[in-house]
């Protein structure tokens, strides 16, 4: 099945520094989603960005898609100590509203 | 509020005791699914729900079981659990095939 892809796998910066995060997937898609996982907990829906869209805004989140090359990043801005997680892009496939996901970005922002 | 909420958050059990986990969502969402996630593995689907009564397979279903006669819970069965089921898991709910998925908090389950 076709898998996102993240890069990088780990990321580290200082605080106030942004963070752009990628993924990559294989085949078409309906939409692209991005989560952010507090260590051990559940994923908190971040942003949709659906297929026929290139960029979405929602407060320091902004996200891009290119279809074209099949790839999508997300990018924090001004990033806090309160972002350290890990982040995962999904891909939603078909109609049964299956997530295929990526292995993840872990985020460490140092205050 | 809007919620998933899962139960129990945490389990230690040995091999072959049946378990179930439950779920339940209070948004009236016709699509629901469970995840595992493991280690350099990532997130996983192990079954799906589109409506009550309809179940089908993800990509990780054997050993487990599903079904959902209410559309608010949709719990997971674990028939006879074996250590390499030892794996957090995720339920999930989403309102169509094209939404955002809304996640419970996780069920940590060690199977020894």
């Known amino acids: 099945s076709q898998q996102g892809e993240e890069d990088p796998q780990a990321l580290s910066i200082q605080e106030g520094e942004n963070a752009t995060m990628n993924c990559s997937y294989k085949?078409?898609?309906?939409?692209l989603q991005w989560y952010r996982q507090n260590s051990g907990r559940g994923l908190v829906h971040l942003i949709l960005?659906?297929?026929?869209?290139r960029e979405k805004h929602s407060g320091r989140l902004r996200v891009t898609l290119d279809t074209s090359k099949k790839s999508s990043s997300l990018l924090i801005t001004a990033s806090r100590a309160a972002d350290t997680a890990s982040y995962f892009c999904?891909?939603?496939?078909?109609?049964?509203?299956?997530?295929?996901f990526g292995q993840g970005t872990t985020l460490q922002v140092k205050p | 509020e809007a919620q998933v909420t899962q139960n129990p958050r945490y389990l230690i059990t040995v091999t072959g005791k049946k378990l179930t986990v439950t779920c339940s969502q209070n948004?009236?969402?016709?699509?629901m699914s469970w995840y595992r996630q493991d280690p350099g593995l990532g997130l996983r689907q192990i079954y799906y729900?589109?409506?009550?009564?309809?179940?089908d397979k993800g990509d990780v279903p054997e050993g487990y079981k599903v079904s959902r006669k209410e559309k608010r819970n949709f719990p997971l069965i674990l028939e006879s659990p074996s250590p390499n089921q030892t794996s957090l898991y995720f339920c999930?709910?989403?309102?169509?095939?094209?939404?955002?998925?809304?996640f419970g908090q996780g069920t940590r389950l060690t199977v020894v």
């Open positions: 999904a891909i939603s496939e078909g109609n049964t509203g299956k997530l295929i």
């Open positions: 085949t078409s898609i309906n939409n």
């Open positions: 960005i659906r297929s026929n869209e």
């Open positions: 948004m009236n969402h016709e699509y």
């Open positions: 729900s589109m409506n009550v009564e309809v179940t």
């Open positions: 999930a709910s989403h309102e169509t095939e094209y939404t955002e998925a809304f």
